[in-house]
């Protein structure tokens, strides 16, 4: 019996992509220093302005789907955005909710 835990063998949950202006963006589960930026990040972001919160959620969305560049992502529309983020969060909010079971 091995005592080898092989990280790269774990199940990360159902793959998440999306399509814009015919391209397959899939997304990438964050690395844990890049989950701690963001977090900072929005610690700081208490008093932000409008165009700092918009900013922040496309730096969000390009660190969860590496091929989307910030200029494509600059050119989707806000609700397109909006739902973008709702997709990527779906997954912190069923990890929060199944955390709370325990």
Known sequence: ????????????GDEKSFIFNGNT???TPLSVGDYIKQVKTLENMKDASQEDSFNFM?????????????????????PQIEMLMTHVQGDVTEEMEEGNDS
């Not at 969860?64 to 989707?76: G, Q, V």
Request: with cysteine; glycine share 0%; charged share 20%.
């Open 1 to 12: 019996m091995s005592n080898l835990l092989n990280l790269d063998e774990i199940d990360v």
């Open 58 to 78: 496309i730096k969000s969305v390009c660190a969860a789907f590496p091929s989307l560049t910030e200029a494509e992502a600059k050119k989707m529309t806000f």
């Open 25 to 27: 963006h899939v997304m």
